[in-house]
């Protein structure tokens, strides 16, 4: 089975390129990866992070069509029940100024629970870094947990017929602030800029510790997350195909 995993950015995919052996391959659908696990053929896009990336990413990613499509990497929670390292599936995905939605396959779904994952209701995808406590408090009406890729990569995949789901692992918990305003620290290609987050680094130095923080949270999400990939795409390749439907677009 042909599997596409997209991560934002390469520190999120950074873990299970190691774990798995992932090699670059070329392609005209950007910046791919591949490995054999088990009995998937696995491909890894990055697509950097925020709507501009994601949407130029997932108009390419999808022109060599996989059987499942895992929209994975790191995602900020919105509800207390969740803390740093946690592992989700949304069983729904939405823009964070719409209520329109696209379900995750469920086959995809159930097999990531049945490895542990937290099953979360809605996964809500937003045009800005949600950086402080109040601003999650604030959108915690709309869902679990926040991220910034995952509704408009499921809904290309729905549109192709590609069955989806959502994983994320959780890198920092409703009650904490962002150190920085990372919108300012993102190119224009979706990557981290050095030069722009040593900038804000300058202007800002009592926040070392809290950057710290954040990047040891973020860096144990993404080794639990690689552990968890490695086992979830071998079940998945084995989910037989008529239980296979592509995600909906839901109300």
């Known amino acids: 089975m042909k599997i596409l995993v997209t991560f934002a950015l390469e520190t999120e995919f950074a873990p299970w390129r190691r774990l798995c052996g992932f090699e670059r391959v070329p392609s005209k659908q950007g910046e791919m990866f591949a490995s054999r696990i088990g009995d998937a053929d696995v491909r890894v896009a990055l697509t950097g992070a925020g709507h501009a990336a994601a949407k130029r990413a997932s108009g390419r990613i999808f022109d060599d069509p996989p059987g499942v499509c895992v929209v ?59 950086s402080t ?73 009592r926040q070392l510790p ?12 993404a080794e639990s997350l690689a552990g968890f990939l490695h086992s979830y795409v071998r079940a998945v390749a084995h989910i037989p195909a008529e239980s296979a439907k592509a995600g909906a677009l839901v109300l």
């Open 72 to 130: 994975s990497g790191l995602a900020g929670a919105l509800s207390a029940n969740y803390r740093p390292g946690d592992i989700l599936v949304a069983r729904k995905v939405s823009l964070a100024t719409g209520y329109r939605a696209i379900e995750s396959d469920d086959a995809l779904l159930n097999a990531a629970a049945d490895l542990g994952a937290e099953i979360a209701g809605r996964l809500v995808t937003s045009e800005q870094v949600v």
């Open 133 to 205: 406590a109040g601003e999650k408090r604030r959108l915690a009406s709309s869902g679990d947990a926040v991220d910034m890729e995952s509704a408009l990569i499921m809904e290309t995949a729905a549109r192709r017929g590609v069955r989806s789901v959502a994983i994320r692992a959780i890198s920092d918990g409703a009650d904490a602030n962002l150190p920085f305003d990372f919108d300012k620290v993102f190119t224009e290609d979706g990557r981290v800029g050095k030069a722009r987050l040593i900038a804000q680094l300058a202007r800002r130095p």
């Open 210 to 221: 809290a950057l710290l923080r954040l990047a040891r949270d973020s860096r144990e999400a």
